[in-house]
């Protein structure tokens, strides 16, 4: 009976360690978790989107992918970065500004809106755009120029050469006093977040093939009802020995009752005899 229990405790324990799972991020929207998931899935990971109030969603992955799952994301650029607009920027605070950081936090929001039209188009993974307009003297007769200057990390497998006259075309007409020959754009490739076929951990399970972290939990699946098909086997094998243990065991609780009760009668009777 007791290796019996130990097998059972033993059984129990390995099916808490296989399902440990880890939040990798919390409070993504839904746009935000799925993009997290694809690219997660893209790269062999197995993943699980979670929520609990519908609004809010949480990616959960096996702890030992984690370190995968992070290098993942962070050469996907994953989870994509919230953009500040002129209305957040520019809202009703009840302080007075100062004329120079009124200039600062325009030139602030236009590289936020800028940045944020440049990071939809597609490829693009991270967009970045830094201004500069001068202060110019109003009694001074010569103007300096504004410029600007793109960042835009990109997917290995797009080529972004062909899209930049579009996108000098739009840093200018989104900045005043700007041209093209001071917009300079800077294209940077991103490793490749696909893995191929022949990267994608897989195995067979009875011609099936999954991923290599499920295994043990399917074979723990298939395996568990025979577990206990076999303790039910012996439990009926032994039902006559068990029932034995068992009567012992009661009769011996009986027999310790009863002697406890006639050395307290015995006890009774020797101090009333001392009594009298």
């Not at 405790?9 to 978790?33: F, P, W």
């Not at 949480?58 to 992918?65: F, N, T, Y």
């Not at 609780?253 to 009333?272: F, K, L, P």
């Amino acid at each position: 009976m007791r290796r019996i229990f130990q097998i059972s405790i033993t059984i129990m324990a390995v099916l808490l360690l296989v399902g440990c799972k880890q939040a990798l991020y919390n409070r993504l929207s839904e746009q935000e978790a799925n993009d997290v998931l694809l690219t997660l899935m893209k790269g062999g990971v197995e993943a699980e989107k979670r929520t609990v109030d519908e609004k809010t969603f949480s990616i959960w992955v096996q702890e030992s992918q984690i370190a995968t799952a992070v290098e993942l994301l962070r050469s996907g650029a994953q989870p994509s970065e919230h953009y500040t607009n002129l209305g957040e920027i520019f809202a009703r605070n009840g302080l007075i500004s100062s004329p120079t950081e009124e200039r600062v936090r325009y030139i602030y929001g236009l590289q936020q809106e800028l940045a944020k039209t440049l990071s939809q188009i597609d490829g693009v993974l991270v967009a970045r755009v830094h201004i500069v307009v001068p202060a110019n003297d109003p009694f001074s007769t010569g103007v300096k120029p504004a410029s600007a200057s793109v960042f835009l990390k990109h997917r290995a497998d797009m080529n972004m050469q062909v899209v930049v006259p579009a996108i000098k075309d739009l840093v200018v007409r989104g900045i005043e006093g700007l041209n093209g020959d001071n917009v300079a754009v800077t294209l940077f490739p991103a490793r490749s977040t696909l893995a191929s076929p022949e990267q994608v951990p897989v195995t067979r399970f009875f011609g099936a093939l999954v991923a290599p972290s499920s295994l043990t939990r399917l074979w723990i699946v298939l395996g568990l009802p025979w577990v206990f098909v076999a303790l039910l086997l012996v439990l009926l094998l032994h039902a006559a020995r068990i029932h034995e243990i068992v009567g012992g065991l009661v009769k011996g609780r009986r027999r310790g009752s009863e002697v406890v009760q006639n050395a307290g009668n015995v006890e009774a009777g020797t101090g009333g005899r001392r009594a009298r």
